[in-house]
Nanobody, 123 residues
């Protein structure tokens, strides 16, 4: 089993930046990919970005490309989501997820999930 805990959410204004963290524990050697998803009220959970074990290969949804950056520190078993130029439409609960192999964008393809952290962007 792999446990994931997100942190760093909060209330910010449009144009601000925020950095989310995802701390992984347990059998982390069984997963290579850490992904980020988000779910806004009344909407389905959607893919935001992902990073492979090396930290070199990344994937982003078009809606966040150029504004969000995914990173990881394997020594700390932690993944990050740096969010810049935030917009009100970025408001959602953000989830960290993990899966064994690359390249996955669907929620059903991810094995492990965190509890989520709320990000609210005001006008």
């Amino acid at each position: 089993q792999v446990q994931l805990v997100e942190s760093g959410g909060g209330l910010v204004q449009a144009g601000d930046s925020l950095r989310l963290s995802c701390a992984a524990s347990g059998r982390t050697f069984t997963v290579d990919v850490l992904g980020w998803f988000r779910q806004a009220p009344g909407k389905e959970r959607e893919f935001v970005g992902a990073i492979d074990w090396s930290g070199v290969i990344t994937d982003y949804a078009d809606s966040v490309k150029g504004r969000f950056t995914v990173g990881r520190d394997n020594a700390k078993n932690t993944a990050y989501l740096q969010m810049n130029s935030l917009k009100p439409e970025d408001t959602a609960v953000y989830y960290c997820a993990a899966v064994a192999t690359w390249r996955k964008r669907r929620t059903t393809e991810y094995t492990y999930w965190g509890q989520g952290t709320q990000v609210t962007v005001s006008e």
